[in-house]
């Protein structure tokens, strides 16, 4: 679960010089909201004459972000963000950029020294790898979208002598555009656990999500149905094959919801669920911000508040009513329930009701409870305390009570793991980037251990 409606989105402003003190390279500063600061990071260049700007905030997994230079001098600078109401103005002087950035009425220092934000990122494995690779292609014979992805086979993997032996598990990423992956915050939580796999006798396969990195087909109309047939069409591949054992689906959050459909479906001979969720659409949104916000500042009447709101706009999105006159709407929910709420929150809200999204409708209404229920094969699913996306407390009693009885079956939950299950103070998102650790070795073991126990 990615998708996030932030109090701040931090956008992009790249200086530039014409002078012959030019100011160029990589200039990276830390952006205070509050109790968080951000690192960001802009990356200064010329083509021809023309100053290109782009900026990284390695916190928040977000690169490249183009800007417009609206004024540049020898020492100062002018950058706007239109989409996303962001402007910065700076002043170089003895090293240091010092200048404002603007977004909407919130304004916050901000200065920059040349140099770059560098990750450690340690479980990342880096080649030659001790096990093969194969880059493969698979169809969604629905749409014809093409799927992009990286075969990794066991360390030590015999073909002539393995062949139908050995477990494979297809990886299905969360909500929101991802590649194989699954990279966020400079973190590839895929790509580690396919090479933890690979060392413990498990192959993988992990794929771009349609519409991005080298994956074809339309994601502007996509839903969670629609991912779902992708990573059928990514399963019925690996049967094709005919080189494998039983042939599972490891799923993170809408990821993990997937795979449970397909248990429901009949076509996963296990499932492994990360974060996934037992309740309706809906309720995990107005969980997830319930504990966001309870976190940024606003009182319990106001969060209340807010969360009934979303209550309302959800119900009228699952119920297909248009949003007319979204602001006559909101203030006469807030009115008639005597509630109260800062502009930002209303802005937060409006927003919502605006959007149009097939995504969006399809999530707030789908319940996997249904599902849940017809699963046979063996699941393992596991959370930990601090996610705050995919809040444990709700989700996994649920999943527990849904499932039926098999001796397979593992719901666990981990003390102090976030929603990426790294080790966390509080599981905020703001922590995902500041986290060096991608995924605890812990529950690395536990799916490693629990799959190779399937084969017995």
Request: some cysteine.
């Given at each position: 679960?990615?998708r996030?409606?932030p109090?701040?989105?931090?956008?992009?402003?790249m200086?530039?010089s014409?002078?012959?003190?030019?100011?160029?390279?990589?200039?990276?500063?830390?952006?205070?909201?509050?109790?968080?600061?951000?690192?960001?990071?802009?990356?200064?260049?010329?083509?021809?004459?023309?100053?290109?700007?782009?900026?990284?905030?390695?916190?928040?997994?977000?690169?490249?972000?183009?800007?417009e230079?609206?004024?540049?001098?020898?020492d100062?600078?002018?950058?706007?963000?239109?989409?996303?109401?962001v402007?910065?103005?700076g002043?170089l002087?003895?090293?240091?950029?010092?200048g404002?950035?603007?977004q909407?009425?919130?304004k916050?220092?901000?200065?920059?020294?040349?140099?770059?934000?560098?990750?450690?990122?340690?479980?990342?494995?880096?080649p030659p790898y001790p096990?093969?690779?194969?880059?493969?292609?698979?169809?969604?014979?629905a749409d014809?979208?093409?799927?992009?992805?990286?075969?990794t086979?066991?360390?030590?993997?015999?073909?002539?002598?393995?062949?139908?032996?050995?477990?494979?598990?297809?990886?299905?990423?969360?909500s929101?555009?991802?590649?194989r992956?699954?990279?966020?915050?400079?973190?590839?939580?895929?790509?580690?656990?396919a090479?933890?796999?690979?060392?413990?006798?498990?192959?993988?396969?992990?794929?771009?999500?349609?519409?991005?990195?080298?994956?074809?087909?339309d994601?502007?109309?996509?839903?969670?149905?629609?991912?779902?047939?992708?990573?059928?069409a990514?399963?019925?591949?690996?049967?094709?094959?005919?080189?494998f054992?039983?042939?599972?689906?490891?799923?993170?959050s809408?990821?993990?919801?997937?795979a449970?459909?397909?248990?429901?479906?009949?076509?996963?001979?296990?499932i492994?669920?990360?974060?996934?969720?037992?309740?309706?659409?809906?309720?995990?949104?107005?969980?997830?911000?319930?504990?966001?916000?309870?976190?940024?500042?606003?009182?319990?009447?106001e969060?209340a508040?807010?969360c009934?709101?979303?209550e309302?706009?959800y119900?009228r999105?699952?119920?297909?009513?248009?949003?007319?006159?979204?602001?006559?709407?909101?203030?006469?929910?807030?009115?008639?329930?005597?509630?109260?709420?800062?502009?930002?929150?209303?802005?937060?809200?409006?927003?919502?009701m605006?959007?149009?999204?097939?995504?969006?409708?399809?999530?707030?209404?789908?319940?996997?409870?249904?599902?849940?229920?017809?699963?046979?094969?063996p699941?393992l699913?596991?959370?930990?305390?601090?996610d705050?996306?995919?809040?444990?407390k709700?989700n996994?009693?649920?999943?527990?009570r849904?499932?039926?009885?098999?001796?397979?079956?593992?719901?666990?939950?981990?003390?102090?793991l976030?929603?990426?299950?790294?080790?966390?103070?509080?599981?905020?998102?703001?922590?995902?980037?500041?986290?060096?650790?991608?995924?605890?070795?812990?529950?690395?073991?536990?799916?490693?251990n629990?799959?190779?126990?399937?084969?017995?």
């Open positions: 679960m990615k996030i409606i109090f701040i989105c931090l956008a992009c402003l200086p530039q014409i002078s012959g003190q030019e100011i160029s390279g990589s200039w990276k500063g830390k952006l205070s909201l509050g109790m968080t600061k951000l690192n960001i990071v802009f990356n200064i260049q010329k083509e021809g004459e023309k100053p290109v700007c782009t900026m990284d905030s390695p916190d928040q997994g977000a690169k490249d972000i183009k800007a230079v609206e004024y540049l001098s020898a100062s600078l002018a950058v706007s963000v239109p989409s996303l109401g402007l910065y103005r002043h002087g003895n090293g240091t950029i010092k404002v950035f603007t909407g009425t919130y916050f220092s901000l200065s920059l020294k040349q140099g770059t934000v560098k990750l450690n990122r340690p479980q990342t494995p880096v096990y093969a690779t194969k880059d493969v292609e698979f169809m969604n014979n014809g979208a093409v799927f992009s992805g990286t075969l086979y066991p360390v030590g993997y015999d073909r002539t002598k393995q062949k139908n032996s050995i477990p494979v598990v297809l990886m299905v990423t969360g929101g555009l991802q590649d992956n699954e990279e966020a915050f400079g973190h590839k939580p895929f790509l580690v656990i090479d933890f796999l690979a060392r413990n006798g498990i192959a993988s396969l992990r794929y771009d999500d349609r519409g991005f990195g080298k994956s074809t087909g994601s502007k109309n996509a839903t969670t149905e629609t991912f779902k047939n992708d990573a059928k990514g399963l019925d591949y690996l049967r094709s094959m005919k080189e054992g039983k042939i599972g689906v490891l799923g993170h809408e990821g993990g919801t997937i449970f459909i397909l248990g429901a479906e009949k076509t996963a001979d296990f492994v669920c990360l974060a996934g969720t037992a309740l309706r659409g809906d309720k995990i949104i107005i969980e997830q911000n319930r504990a966001a916000f309870a976190g940024a500042g606003l009182s319990e009447a969060v508040a807010y009934a709101a979303l309302m706009i119900g999105k699952r119920d297909g009513k248009k949003q007319e006159s979204p602001e006559n709407i909101l203030e006469k929910f807030l009115s008639d329930n005597g509630f109260s709420l800062p502009e930002g929150a209303k802005k937060n809200l409006l927003t919502i605006k959007m149009d999204n097939a995504w969006m409708t399809h999530f707030v209404s789908y319940n996997p409870a249904e599902d849940i229920r017809r699963i046979s094969c699941v699913a596991l959370n930990g305390d601090l705050m996306q995919v809040l444990s709700d996994l009693p649920e999943i527990k849904l499932l039926p009885k098999g001796k397979h079956n593992v719901v666990k939950e981990y003390h102090g976030n929603h990426l299950f790294q080790h966390a103070t509080t599981g905020a998102v703001s922590e995902y980037g500041k986290i060096e650790e991608t995924i605890s070795e812990e529950v690395l073991n536990d799916i490693a629990w799959i190779n126990s399937l084969k017995k």
